[in-house]
């Protein structure tokens, strides 16, 4: 059982891994830039959350989550040497998997140091969100999810499905958890689901 | 005493996650990014000055904060939906208040757990600066700290303000240190005051 | 010996504190916007170690490394005054230095802290390239950690020199390790070196 937590969580680290990477590729950056964008957006959201909830740091402690990233950015980069280009969507459905794992693992590292429901939500939501964030400022590109696309939202709901669950059984709120938010993000790209958007009606400044 | 100071806490957090919300406004961000542009604003300060003094973070144990700031949000939503535009000087006023009120909360903080006095100006000028530069830098604006309008210059004496008077009275020092960082950062947006600002005189990159 | 360490990391500072200051300069930035660039470029890094590392954050107890800052800016600052320009050169030369002298200190405090050899390496690289890396997220630059110049990948190779000669004498890996680091920036500078870029060969985005 905590080995198959310990497993699902390196499952998100390498998920993200590759999605840093496809947008390291977009972006022109070097063998070592890719590793950096790479390890960002892997354990951008995981670091945040440990030091906010005051736990040892979590790849610091257990180096094998750097090796997994190298392999898995490595493993992206020789694929991509047989191909032209990446659509968008390859990079989005990578990122939409990484977002899934990572709102339960972040929901469940919260819930099981026994910190309110809330609290579990918004870490399920932060650990997600916070790597891809970082990603997207880095190579400057307009933060997933500041647009609308249904991106934290669904987090959001997949972390509460997970607490709703997590009393009576981890291992079912990790599974049913991970996929609402996965179907709901992937939904959200085929379909552009959105939310209401803000709009100014006048003068813009 | 204890509760005068909680709950003037609360006060900065919903000023600058009101001052997070119009600025998700002005950049046409759907309900979500709202919600994640005013948490950033407002908790983004406190917790990284949390984490740095080896404090735990406040609202990871008390979830009355993010309560705080999905009533502020959602309340300026509500404000906003019978008005066609905001002015730019709503939002720096906003800002100004939050600034005020979290300069001398963060020097407070240090202060109460005894740090040196350099590192009680520091973290009240850390602790109101980094949660609007997180939501500058996040919504891609230029960071009004780095901008040359007495920014950060205000927090700095707000917080020495604070630290000169609080051996005396903490309170005292709150509402002084308060006020004189208020009515200098607004004088600063009415007059625009500023400090002289570098120039190249020579050729440009 | 410590007090040897000790300087050195002062020396860090102040390098990284100028390479900052620069920076402001170039962005036509006010005095206090000098200050707040020279700070994030200068402990920046070392506060993102010290948090990862769970070591208390080296510049809340010990207010020194603020004061060699303030100098440092200050002195930069007053020498820029009988300049009409800065050459990039300059700015890319102080930053070279810092880098040298981070990667080694960050490889070096994990080291001591008894961590494994790739965290050592980790956090020496992450020392050096999160103060330079916020410089020019906060400046609105291209991050040069991810521009194809060999930035990153000589403080990989000069933590893990640090690595693999510190456990014979800490002295001679810090010396080896930031000479190392600094001669292969230098060259990266002098040269351009840099690693093969990945380039889509197709469809633009």
Redesign the interface.
């Known amino acids: 059982m905590e080995l198959f937590f310990y497993w699902f969580d390196h499952l998100g680290v390498a998920v993200f891994a590759i999605s840093g990477t496809l947008l ?14 790479a390890s960002v957006t892997a354990i951008g959201g995981g ?1 945040l959350r440990d ?4 736990l ?2 979590f790849w ?1 402690y257990d ?1 094998t989550y ?1 090796y997994t990233i190298i392999v898995a950015a490595l493993g992206t ?1 020789v694929w ?1 040497r047989f191909r ?3 659509h ?1 969507k390859t990079l989005l459905t990578a990122d939409a998997f990484g977002l899934a794992f990572f709102t339960v693992m972040g929901a469940q590292k919260a819930h099981m140091a026994e ?2 429901a ?2 579990c939500v ?1 870490m399920g939501t932060m650990t997600a ?1 916070f790597g891809g ?1 970082l990603r997207d ?4 590109d ?2 997933m ?9 669904t987090c ?1 709901v997949g972390a509460s499905v997970y607490v709703l669950i997590a009393d009576f059984s981890p291992l079912l709120a990790l599974l049913v958890g991970g996929v609402v938010t996965l179907l709901m993000r992937l939904g959200a790209i085929r379909w552009q689901w ?10 813009s ?1």
Do not use: S
């Open positions: 390291a590729f977009r972006k022109n950056m070097d063998g070592f830039g890719v590793i950096v964008l670091t030091l906010i909830l005051d040892p740091v610091a180096p750097l980069i991509l032209d280009y990446i968008q910190f309110p809330i609290i918004v969100c964030m400022v880095l190579a400057r307009i933060p999810v500041l647009k609308g696309e249904l991106y934290a939202t959001l959105h939310l209401p958007v803000f709009q100014e009606h006048g003068e400044r």
